[in-house]
């Protein structure tokens, strides 16, 4: 596609239930990053795939959070037994080759725990 | 960790002012970048920095890298209705993937 794309828009869940959040990045791009935005804030990194590298998980806030790519595809964000706190907007961004920097973001998943 | 304070935190102007906002950051980076998000989106580039002093423009926005690599502005002239959003500063380390960002400006045209 034209650009980075995440999917489900919004999410509404149960405290205690798990999500996961997909996110397609810009063709041809090799790096994938997932952020968290909450209300008011700004980006915080959560985790970074750049090809078949071992990812950075260093933001990661806590062993319920985890993340996969296949490839230079498609990624998801899976948290389980989710909680309140987790409430964010979950951003997912793409860069190609050396420009790491340079990176391009989709729209989000706007996550509510209730 | 890294972090990043950018003020103002909001401002609200009339269309055809001037605006300028910054951020300081507790250590040095390598890289400033400027971003814009509308509501509903994703932020999107609008200006990066590589060098200490560094200064450029796109169209009507300027910004600089400062000299001691601890900080930067963005200046956004003759506003317009459409630059309304919320602006956040982000910088890189060591880790050229790493952004850190700050909280955010957000801007307010009246036209």
């Known amino acids: 596609g034209a650009g980075v794309s995440q999917s489900p828009s919004n999410k509404v869940t149960e405290k205690g239930k798990d999500v996961e959040l997909r996110c397609d990045p810009i063709s041809g791009h090799t790096a994938l990053y997932w952020y968290r935005q909450r209300l008011g804030q700004g980006l915080e990194f959560l985790i970074y795939?750049?090809?078949?590298?071992?990812?950075?998980k260093s933001g990661l806030p806590s062993d319920r959070f985890s993340a996969e790519r296949t490839g230079e595809s498609v990624s998801t964000l899976t948290i389980q037994r989710t909680q309140q706190e987790d409430s964010a907007v979950y951003l997912c961004?793409?860069?190609?080759?050396?420009?790491?920097?340079?990176?391009?973001f989709g729209a989000g998943t706007r996550l509510s725990v209730l | 960790g890294q972090q990043l304070n950018q003020s103002p935190q909001s401002m609200f102007i009339q269309e055809g002012e001037d605006v300028s906002m910054n951020c300081t950051s507790s250590s040095i980076f390598n890289t400033w970048l400027w971003y814009k998000q509308d509501p509903g989106e994703g932020p999107v580039l609008l200006i990066a920095l590589y060098k200490a002093g560094e200064l450029t423009s796109n169209g009507r926005l300027t910004a600089q890298f400062g000299i001691t690599r601890k900080d930067s502005f963005l200046n956004i002239s003759a506003s317009i209705p459409s630059d309304v959003g919320i602006y956040f500063c982000a910088g890189s380390g060591g880790s050229n993937y790493k952004l850190t960002f700050g909280k955010g400006t957000l801007l307010t045209v009246n036209p």
């Open positions: 795939f750049q090809g078949n590298s071992a990812p950075d």
């Open positions: 961004a793409s860069s190609f080759g050396l420009a790491q920097n340079i990176q391009y």
